[in-house]
């Protein structure tokens, strides 16, 4: 099974930016995955957030983020990233990234992922 890790999270205040990364392990190539963020906000399920291919793109954003998060690859460092603007209070959550071998530009369901990092806590709060 793929190994994820993600870093990155931490306190910010509302209107800030950050930058979580999720690393795939050195001996496996992420080029054949798609790669999905998604986030568990307290007392909700988890949810959607962004994903893209890792060699062919087709980024997609659920409705919450789109304009705000931009999800990202490096090949060099086997790695994806999500930028987050402008976050708000409601963007508080435990944030995972997740492998799956299809990517949809319509929709992001966990279902269709395989291989989950630990996840990183997002707080945002003034």
């Known amino acids: 099974q793929l190994q994820l890790v993600e870093s990155g999270g931490g306190l910010v205040q509302p209107g800030s930016s950050l930058k979580v990364s999720c690393a795939g392990s050195?001996?496996?190539?992420?080029?054949?995955?798609?790669i999905g963020w998604f986030r568990q906000r307290p007392g909700l399920g988890r949810e959607g957030v962004a994903s893209i291919h890792f060699s062919r793109g087709m980024p997609y954003y659920t409705e919450a983020v789109k304009g705000r998060f931009t999800i990202s690859t490096d090949n060099t460092k086997n790695a994806v990233y999500l930028q987050m603007n402008n976050l708000r209070p409601e963007d508080t959550a435990t944030y995972y990234c997740?492998?799956?071998?299809?990517?949809?530009?319509?929709?992001?369901?966990?279902?269709?992922?395989?291989?989950w990092g630990q996840g990183t806590q997002v707080t945002v709060s003034s």
């Open positions: 050195k001996n496996e190539n992420l080029d054949y995955y798609c």
């Open positions: 997740a492998a799956g071998f299809a990517c949809s530009t319509v929709a992001l369901p966990a279902g269709a992922f395989n291989s």
